[in-house]
């Protein structure tokens, strides 16, 4: 991978932090400083064992934890550690999720194998962070019965991981940190991308819509938008480095911008990122429906980098049950909405999230659902079970559904979902796509796997080295979720 001239700068602060002064307190240079001593704690520990400390990143949830886990990667690097794809590290980190109640149980069974680990590595640190841990509850149930973890911190002050992580080398107790809220945003730290050749970027952290059903605005806070201009510097900065692709990441882009001190949309920002030369493909996740605008639909309609997809959380087709949940918008005008994007991009995918059992769900309600995604046709959709989520309004509803009612509808829905999205996928078979070829296919000698810019997946025969290239592939046959198809031509290899 290329090193730009940002890397080479924070490079530069971090050997040049004076360690016998006490640390700064201006971000990002304290964390460089913190970065120096705990690169010179392990320098120290791979001379005492005659090895090198090796690390592990495990995340939970979904996008964001994903990119907050390559910044935890990012600074382990720089402090000296090694990655390893096993747990069976010196270090390892979860980066927890807690949106729905099996991502928690999950991590609580995960850190019983963990202890194994450690009680034959006695060098071995266990750390955890992320949505989890801003919930008071568990973190009393860590401390009470999981005393053999090193360090805990939150959402808020994940920035500070460099400094949590030396005050963890130089002590043997549990180092706990968790901040109730933040308006900080901590810029220019070290990021270690899992893929070479895309990237999500945040634009904005925390929510504020409040859905009733839901743990996201207590665990990470209030909604707080980056500065455009630090977006498109980190864009472009991604894209001398090698990225051809980047995913705008926030809970609810739709409402990005409007808090800031000179306020700007969601499509003023993605009229700004297309012009930047060398990017060629933008995604965005989460879109939430009351917030989408015209002028949104228009730029996507307007711009080819932008990819033809559109993930847009249904959540309930009940205009009633959508109330209750506080999504602040009908079930009519849910499907306008729907209507106006197929008008104005029609070789648009669209997918989202259902939840099925929400409080006081009736099959009349969980009908107006099935309508819903008879009508809209989805290309795919994340079906969930409701989840009751201590703290959030509805977990305080009566009439819960009872679990074999829900299980049934979930049942019903799953199949009705996924027989729509093996037609509407079909839809496709015979044309020919631009594909980002993304990795070798680990089941088929010679293929590799690539994505569309709606989001499908297809593999097909081609050599390793198109891997973070752009290519033409023609879709020759759809197998429900994924296409088998035939390279028409590369950027230098033509067949
Ligand atoms: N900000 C995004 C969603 C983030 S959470 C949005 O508003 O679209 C991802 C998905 O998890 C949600 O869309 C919802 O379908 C699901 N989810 C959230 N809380 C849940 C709960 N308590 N039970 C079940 N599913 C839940
Ligand atoms: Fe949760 Fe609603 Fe915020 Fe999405 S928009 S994170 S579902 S509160
Ligand atoms: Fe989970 Fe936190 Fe994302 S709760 S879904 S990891 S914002």
Same mark, same amino acid.
């Given at each position: +991978?290329?090193?730009?001239?940002?890397? %080479?700068?924070?490079?530069?602060?971090?050997?040049?932090?004076?360690?016998?002064?006490?640390?700064?307190?201006?971000?990002?240079?304290?964390?460089?400083?913190?970065?120096?001593?705990?690169?010179?704690? #392990?320098?120290?520990?791979?001379?005492?064992?005659?090895?090198?400390?090796?690390?592990?990143? #495990?995340?939970?949830?979904?996008?964001?934890?994903?990119?907050?886990?390559?910044?935890?990667?990012?600074?382990? !690097?720089?402090?000296?550690?090694?990655?390893? @794809?096993?747990?069976?590290?010196?270090?390892?980190?979860?980066?927890?999720?807690?949106?729905?109640?099996?991502?928690?149980?999950?991590?609580?069974?995960?850190?019983?194998?963990?202890?194994?680990?450690?009680?034959?590595?006695?060098?071995?640190?266990?750390?955890?962070?992320?949505?989890?841990?801003?919930?008071?509850?568990?973190?009393?149930?860590? !401390?009470?019965? =999981?005393?053999?973890?090193?360090?805990?911190?939150?959402?808020?002050?994940?920035?500070?991981?460099?400094?949590?992580?030396?005050? +963890?080398?130089?002590?043997?107790?549990?180092?706990?940190?968790?901040?109730? *809220?933040? &308006?900080?945003?901590?810029?220019?730290?070290?990021?270690?991308?899992?893929?070479?050749?895309?990237?999500?970027?945040?634009?904005?952290?925390?929510?504020?819509?409040?859905?009733? =059903?839901?743990?996201?605005?207590?665990?990470?806070?209030?909604?707080?938008?980056?500065?455009?201009?630090?977006?498109?510097?980190?864009?472009?900065?991604?894209? *001398?480095?090698?990225?051809?692709?980047?995913?705008?990441?926030?809970?609810?882009?739709?409402?990005?911008?409007?808090?800031? &001190?000179?306020?700007?949309?969601?499509?003023?920002?993605?009229?700004?990122?297309?012009?930047? &030369?060398?990017?060629?493909? %933008?995604?965005?996740?989460?879109?939430?429906?009351?917030?989408?605008?015209?002028?949104?639909?228009?730029?996507?309609?307007?711009?080819?980098?932008?990819?033809?997809?559109?993930?847009?959380?249904?959540?309930?087709?009940?205009?009633?049950?959508?109330?209750?949940?506080?999504?602040?918008?009908?079930?009519?005008?849910?499907?306008?909405?729907?209507?106006?994007?197929?008008?104005?991009?029609?070789?648009?995918?669209?997918?989202?999230?259902?939840?099925?059992?929400?409080?006081?769900?009736?099959?009349?309600?969980?009908?107006? #659902?099935?309508?819903?995604?008879?009508?809209?046709?989805?290309?795919?959709?994340?079906?969930?079970?409701?989840?009751?989520? #201590?703290?959030?309004?509805?977990?305080? +509803?009566?009439?819960?559904?009872?679990?074999?009612?829900? !299980?049934?509808?979930? @049942?019903?829905?799953? !199949?009705?979902?996924?027989?729509?999205?093996?037609?509407?996928?079909?839809?496709?078979?015979?044309?020919?796509?631009?594909?980002?070829?993304?990795?070798?296919?680990?089941?088929?000698?010679?293929?590799?796997?690539?994505?569309?810019?709606?989001?499908?997946?297809?593999?097909?025969?081609?050599?390793?080295?198109?891997?973070?290239?752009?290519?033409?592939?023609?879709?020759?046959?759809?197998?429900?979720?994924?296409?088998?198809?035939?390279?028409? *031509?590369?950027?230098?290899?033509?067949?």
């Amino acid at each position: +991978m290329n090193t730009t001239n940002t890397d %080479i700068n924070m490079h530069e602060e971090i050997q040049g932090a004076d360690l016998s002064v006490p640390a700064p307190l201006q971000e990002p240079l304290r964390q460089y400083y913190f970065l120096k001593r705990a690169r010179a704690w #392990t320098a120290e520990k791979e001379e005492e064992l005659g090895r090198p400390l090796t690390c592990h990143v #495990t995340t939970f949830g979904c996008q964001m934890n994903a990119r907050d886990s390559e910044k935890l990667l990012g600074i382990l !690097k720089e402090a000296g550690y090694e990655e390893t @794809d096993s747990e069976e590290a010196d270090f390892v980190i979860y980066n927890t999720c807690t949106v729905r109640e099996n991502a928690n149980l999950r991590v609580y069974g995960r850190l019983g194998v963990l202890h194994g680990y450690k009680k034959k590595n006695p060098h071995m640190k266990i750390a955890l962070c992320g949505c989890m841990m801003q919930e008071p509850d568990v973190v009393e149930k860590l !401390k009470k019965s =999981y005393s053999f973890v090193d360090l805990i911190f939150g959402t808020h002050n994940i920035f500070k991981f460099a400094e949590l992580l030396a005050a +963890m080398q130089e002590s043997d107790r549990t180092i706990i940190d968790i901040w109730k *809220d933040t &308006d900080q945003i901590v810029e220019d730290l070290p990021v270690e991308r899992k893929y070479p050749f895309k990237s999500g970027v945040n634009i904005m952290f925390g929510c504020n819509n409040f859905c009733s =059903y839901c743990i996201v605005p207590y665990v990470r806070g209030r909604e707080r938008s980056r500065e455009p201009e630090e977006i498109l510097k980190e864009i472009r900065h991604l894209v *001398d480095d090698g990225v051809k692709e980047v995913m705008l990441l926030g809970q609810n882009v739709n409402s990005y911008g409007k808090n800031l &001190d000179t306020p700007m949309s969601f499509a003023g920002l993605l009229r700004e990122a297309v012009k930047i &030369d060398g990017l060629e493909r %933008i995604r965005f996740m989460t879109s939430h429906p009351k917030d989408l605008s015209d002028d949104l639909i228009r730029v996507m309609a307007e711009s080819e980098k932008i990819c033809r997809h559109l993930h847009l959380p249904l959540q309930s087709g009940s205009s009633r049950i959508l109330k209750i949940m506080n999504r602040r918008y009908t079930k009519e005008q849910y499907l306008a909405l729907a209507e106006r994007i197929r008008a104005a991009v029609p070789d648009i995918a669209l997918t989202t999230d259902i939840i099925v059992g929400f409080p006081g769900e009736t099959e009349e309600d969980f009908q107006e #659902t099935l309508d819903v995604v008879r009508r809209v046709r989805y290309d795919s959709a994340f079906t969930f079970i409701y989840s009751k989520r #201590t703290g959030t309004p509805a977990a305080a +509803m009566e009439d819960q559904v009872p679990e074999d009612v829900v !299980k049934d509808r979930f @049942d019903r829905l799953l !199949k009705e979902v996924q027989e729509i999205s093996k037609e509407m996928a079909e839809r496709f078979t015979g044309s020919c796509q631009s594909v980002l070829v993304e990795e070798k296919n680990s089941q088929m000698e010679g293929y590799v796997t690539g994505r569309l810019s709606n989001n499908h997946v297809v593999h097909f025969c081609a050599p390793e080295s198109l891997i973070g290239q752009i290519v033409n592939v023609r879709l020759d046959e759809c197998r429900g979720f994924y296409y088998m198809g035939s390279l028409l *031509d590369g950027p230098d290899t033509p067949v």
